[in-house]
């Protein structure tokens, strides 16, 4: 199984809402991503996870917290966020120890915020 | 700091037709190679990697790419392209010092006519 899911494909929130999205893998990998896309723009890194602790943040804005509760679980929460913010939000995944290794990402969630 | 070009933008070539994509790093250390594509309405998947070895390496879909340490460039070829080849490419680099993190080209958007 080399798939990386994610939940839901697509969300549509107010400025005002809290919303999550969510990331499964079930590889056995120990490292996750999450990366934002903008419309005809490569996916640009946001979070990098390894063994469920946070390693790497590209200076992302507060409204967005990720959460690794275990190491096939990934989630993104959203909190006020800005139209600006609306995107391709990416999962992806891989091994660590021995590397190196490609990612493999899942499809993605559609993000709009009005 | 790691980054990536890619030469073209837009491609549009006819089937049959042969393809090279351009794709240039900055980064003077070790570092590891790759393609991804996007074909429309689905996830990225890879296309092949470089991690070491021999320079010339062959992927999935008759492509393969060229990794030329003294241009700093990883350039990916097909001799023979097909409609079903219409999708968005992207380089990515990962450089061993910046721990997992991956950069992308700006991507090329292929558009194979039949």
């Known amino acids: 199984d080399t798939e990386v899911t994610q939940t839901p494909k697509h969300l549509v929130m107010g400025m005002t809402n809290k919303k999550s999205l969510k990331c499964e893998q079930h590889?056995?990998?120990?490292?996750m991503y999450w990366y934002k896309q903008k419309a005809k723009k490569p996916p640009e890194l946001m979070f990098v996870y390894s063994y469920e602790k946070l390693s790497i943040n590209e200076s992302v804005p507060s409204r967005f917290s990720p959460e690794c509760p275990n190491s096939s679980l990934l989630n993104l929460h959203l909190h006020a966020l800005q139209p600006e913010d609306s995107a391709l939000y990416l999962c992806a995944s891989s091994q660590v120890n021995g590397g190196p290794y490609e990612q493999y990402f899942g499809p993605g969630t559609r993000l709009t915020v009005t | 700091a790691q980054s990536v070009s890619q030469h073209n933008h837009h491609v549009i070539l006819s089937e049959a037709a042969s393809l090279e994509l351009g794709c240039n790093y900055s980064y003077g250390g070790t570092v590891n190679l790759f393609w991804y594509v996007q074909y429309p309405g689905q996830h990225l998947q890879l296309l092949l990697k470089?991690?070491?070895?021999?320079?010339l390496v062959k992927g999935i879909k008759g492509f393969e790419a060229e990794f030329i340490k003294s241009k700093f460039s990883f350039n990916l070829r097909k001799p023979s392209v097909q409609w079903s080849d219409t999708a968005e490419y992207f380089c990515?680099?990962?450089?061993?010092?910046?721990?997992?993190?991956?950069?992308f080209g700006g991507g090329t958007r292929v558009l194979v006519k039949p």
């Open positions: 590889m056995g990998h120990r490292a």
């Open positions: 470089y991690f070491s070895g021999d320079p």
């Open positions: 990515a680099v990962n450089a061993l010092a910046a721990g997992n993190k991956l950069t």
